[in-house]
């Protein structure tokens, strides 16, 4: 072989070094082409993000300028309109002037502030996405800020309503406009599905509604919505002007509420030891102590008086083959009530839900109770404490002072944002008496009768556990023979301001004509749970 065919075969061993240089070539622009692309889009990103935050923050600090202009414009109006009519008052005026304004689709009415979460924002009129960029909107349709009834208000969960998600029960919000200023206070909180317009529905009572969608850190349409629910505490305008009493309220005729007074009011159940109730008792029979100390009865009743109460229905997965029998001995239970009760109906699995229509808060009609429970789908997860806190601030909503309770759930939660401590908490201060009745099977597998049991205990209630689902009904008449049997006791304790200690009570009677009388009420309190607000 010749040197050049020598030559020609080292070449041809060789790789081609003209395609490899042009293959990183082509790399190169990949990366290059890819590294501006992303770049252009990050860019487009960051602008866009710069100029929304922009925009609200621009509209804020106009629409603080804007309220203040309106705020002299309405002093001003309000002055001259005294000084032609001597017979109008402010407050008339007031009412007048917010009845006839009417806002346009990113008007400024009022400021939002939630001083805790350090929430201090302009509202603006809609709840569409171009008015939400704007800060807090106002639902059209519901009440507008300053004035009485549900006023809702939405608000971006990445922006002006992101320190939500620390809400606390009590927390207290001031909502100030030209037209009125209302101050509320935060009751509870609930996760609904994006469709639910429960939590929109008009009200007689003046309440706030925030709404924003949940989960906080979702990527993407939040599939919830987290619904913050307040009431109104007193307007600004009347708190400062409202005198301080400084004395202990005195029990009347009227059953003296726990949140309003200093004193502790019992609902107590006497039975023989045949298990019947005992109605011929007097106050003198009865011996109240606490923490051992003998304390002296300041009021005493037993009569059939009216009770509202709520039928909290577990309708989880769980339940599914209990439903039947479950809803008729709801049934049997408002069939044996006081006629004037007022009830209604709380069902819960994953979410909960009220079963009387929009609009209608307690019903006495047994076929309207009937068409409440027809909602039930028994599917999903169980939230049993979220239940019951909703249960428990509706009972306030009624001007009934005796407040109770039937719960059917097997016991189980396992999708609750609240506790049981904090339905504990809630319970000790409605006093609310908890009845439960655990509906289990042996495949429960998140059966939990510890819980049912503890709630009725702490709150003089009482717990079942039926050996079969044919007995709910006859437990169930016993249940309203119970509430329509009891005795109210009231007695003003030692000054427990600043303790949050529990203070166990002791009920016993002493009847001469009686032998072997079982007393049942409430074990405890918690002591600041007694003091005047």
């Known amino acids: 072989m010749s040197s050049q065919d020598e030559l020609k075969n080292a070449r041809g061993a060789l790789p081609d070094s003209s395609a490899a240089s042009g293959n990183n070539s082509i790399r190169r622009n990949v990366s ?23 925009e609200g923050y621009a509209f804020q600090v106009y629409g603080s300028h804007k309220l203040r202009s309106l705020a002299k414009e309405s002093s001003g109006s309000s002055a ?30 009022g400021r939002l502030e939630i001083p805790r979460l350090n929430i201090s924002a302009v509202i603006v009129e809609g709840s569409d996405d171009e008015s939400l960029k704007l800060g807090p909107g106002h639902v059209p349709g519901t009440a507008l800020p300053g004035e009485q009834g549900n006023v809702a208000i939405a608000g971006h969960r990445n922006t002006h309503f992101l320190p939500l998600k620390e809400v606390q029960a009590g927390d207290k919000i001031s909502v100030t406009t030209p037209r009125g ?80 007074s200093s004193v502790v009011v019992l609902n107590a159940s006497v039975r023989d030891h045949n298990g019947e109730n005992v109605t011929d008792l007097t106050q003198d029979d009865f011996r109240v102590k606490e923490d051992g100390l003998e304390q002296k009865v300041v009021f005493f009743k037993r009569e059939d008086v009216p009770v509202t109460m709520g039928i909290v229905v577990d309708d989880s997965g769980s339940m599914r083959a209990k439903k039947a029998e479950v809803v008729e001995a709801s049934l049997d239970l408002a069939r044996s009530s006081n006629p004037q009760d007022q ?23 047994v076929s309207e109770l009937s068409n409440a429970f027809s909602h039930l789908h028994t599917m999903g997860k169980t939230a049993l404490y979220d239940a019951l806190v ?3 601030e509706h009972l306030g909503r009624s001007p009934l002072q005796r407040k109770a309770i039937l719960l059917i759930s097997d016991g189980g939660d396992n999708a609750s944002r609240h506790t049981l401590g904090h339905v504990i908490s809630m ?30 205990t702490l709150t003089g209630g009482q717990f079942f556990a039926p050996a079969k689902l044919s007995d709910l009904p006859g437990i169930c008449k016993k249940i309203a023979s119970d509430i329509r049997s009891q005795y109210i006791l009231a ?33 405890g309190y918690y002591g600041s749970a007694t003091q005047s607000p």
């Not at 009519?85 to 990113?106: D, F, K, N, V």
């Open 491 to 523: 007695y003003a304790p030692p000054n427990h301001a600043a303790d949050s200690t529990f203070h166990k009570i002791q009920v016993s009677v002493n009847a001469p004509h009686h032998s072997k009388l079982h007393v049942r009420t409430r074990e």
């Open 390 to 392: 909703v249960a428990i």
């Open 181 to 260: 200023n209302m101050e509320y206070a935060v009751q509870y909180v609930e996760i609904v599905s994006p469709d639910d317009v429960d939590p929109i529905n008009p009200t007689s009572d003046s309440e706030l509604t925030l709404i924003t969608c949940y989960p906080f850190f979702y990527v993407g349409s939040a599939p919830e919505r987290f619904i913050v629910h307040t009431k109104s505490t007193v307007p600004a305008q009347e708190a400062a002007a409202k005198p301080q009493s400084t004395e202990t309220p005195t029990p009347t005729n009227a059953v003296p509420l726990r949140s309003e």
């Open 80 to 109: 001259s309109a005294s000084a032609g009519s001597a017979s109008s008052s402010p407050s008339a005026l007031a009412a007048t002037a917010a009845s006839s304004y009417q806002p346009h689709m990113r008007d400024v009415l």
């Open 427 to 456: 319970a000790d201060q409605s006093n609310a008496v908890i009845y439960t009745i655990g509906a289990f099977d042996e495949t429960d597998d998140d059966k939990n009768p510890a819980v049912l049991k503890h709630l009725a």
């Open 343 to 365: 009830m209604f109906v709380v069902s819960f699995n994953s979410h909960v839900s009220f079963g009387l229509p929009a609009g209608v808060l307690y019903t006495s009609d």
């Open 32 to 54: 290059r082409w890819t590294y501006y692309v992303l770049l252009t889009v990050g860019s487009i990103f960051l602008l866009g993000a710069i100029v929304f935050y922009l």
